[in-house]
Nanobody, 114 residues
Framework: QVQLVESGGGVVQPGGSLRLSCAASGSTFSRYLMTWYRQAPGKQREMVARIFSGGITNYVDSVKGRFTISRDNAKNTVDLQMNSLKPEDTAVYYC????????WGKGTLVTVSS
């Protein structure tokens, strides 16, 4: 079982930045497909960004050029740097690991509001 713990959420003004981090358990973290999802109130959960074991990344169109996903295999962490935040980025952000099953963190709330 892979354990995931997110951190870094909070309240930020439009145009501001936040950095989310996800710490994962396991000795084979480098093999995990790591993905950040988000779920806004009243909306379905959506994929925000993912990073494959080899470092290839994918982003949903709405965050391209503003968000950057990265991983540190030595520390078992995956980060999401979020810049130029907009009110529509407000959501609970979840970390997901795909490795012999799908594993989820409990989420961290990001609120973008003036």
């Amino acid at each position: 079982q892979v354990q995931l713990v997110e951190s870094g959420g909070g309240v930020v003004q439009p145009g501001g930045s936040l950095r989310l981090s996800c710490a994962a358990s396991g000795s084979t973290f480098s093999r995990y497909l790591m993905t950040w999802y988000r779920q806004a109130p009243g909306k379905q959960r959506e994929m925000v960004a993912r990073i494959f074991s080899g470092g290839i990344t994918n982003y949903v169109d709405s965050v391209k050029g503003r968000f950057t996903i990265s991983r540190d295999n030595a520390k078992n962490t995956v980060d999401l740097q979020m810049n130029s935040l907009k009110p529509e980025d407000t959501a609970v952000y979840y970390c997901n690991a795909e490795y012999f099953g799908s594993h989820w963190g409990k989420g961290t709330l990001v609120t973008v509001s003036s």
